[in-house]
């Protein structure tokens, strides 16, 4: 991912900290962009400090405040949007809590409203835009065992990234959806140790996340960020309101 395919692009990235959003903001910086690396997380933010990219800077921005993604979109004034904070709750409806469902959408899904009516209005004076929403192939592609708040959440993600493309498609702005699979990172390593304590093994709780793919394998953070700088970049011009499935071939079993 090299090169200047994002050459003069500003792109604005959401939970940076780590995982597909770290590998996302650094694949950006490399392919051209002047890149704006945001989480809550300013200790994780920190590490990318040293990725040796003068193209990126980095401040704080929780995508649950108003406030602060105001603030956040008018200092980056983005080309590109890319929505990937998010929560993974655990567990069925019946264990679901009306606190945990009011979280998950408001960081899931609410969030993205949020950004996107911050930086749509500059795109919209530019005639240009690509906005990137995090879904999940765990939505209403696939359904997932024991995650019932979140696939309900990333189902919507889809919904509203359809209904974004569909409003704004003749005015230069784009507006797609990433529907990744099982993918290594700090927050899925979480997971596993939990569901490890579940089953009493973690090496049966990692048995059963790699097992959906597949391929026999989780994806990488750096392969999602690939498809990531397709969508920022004009290469993908023509494309729009589309889950972009990459899920080791879970949801084509």
Known sequence: MTGHRLSGKRALVTAAGQGIGRASALAMAEAGAQVFATDINL??????????????????????????????????????????????????????????????????????MR??????????????????????????????????IY?????????????????YVAQGIRCNAICPGTVESPSWHDRVDALGKELGSKEDAMKQFVSRQPMGRVATAEEIAALVVYLASDESAFTTGHPHIIDGGWSGQ
């Not at 400090?49 to 401040?59: C, D, L, M, S």
């Not at 080309?79 to 409806?93: M, Q, R, T, Y």
């Not at 209005?121 to 995650?147: E, F, T």
């Open 43 to 112: 200790e994780a933010l920190s590490t990318i400090r040293g990725a040796n990219h003068e193209n990126i800077e980095i401040f704080e921005l929780d995508a649950r405040s108003d406030t602060s993604v105001a603030e956040g979109v008018a200092r980056a004034q983005p080309d590109v949007l890319f929505n990937c904070a998010g929560f993974v709750h655990h567990g069925a409806i019946l264990e679901a809590t009306p606190e945990e469902w009011d979280f998950a959408f408001d960081l899931n899904v609410r969030s993205m």
């Open 115 to 148: 950004t996107i009516q911050a930086a749509l209005p500059g795109m919209l004076a530019r005639q240009s835009g690509s906005i990137i929403n995090m879904s999940s192939a765990c939505s209403s592609v696939i359904g997932a065992p024991n995650r019932f």
């Open 151 to 167: 696939g309900t959440t990333k189902a919507a993600v889809i919904g509203l990234t359809k209904s974004v493309a569909v409003d």
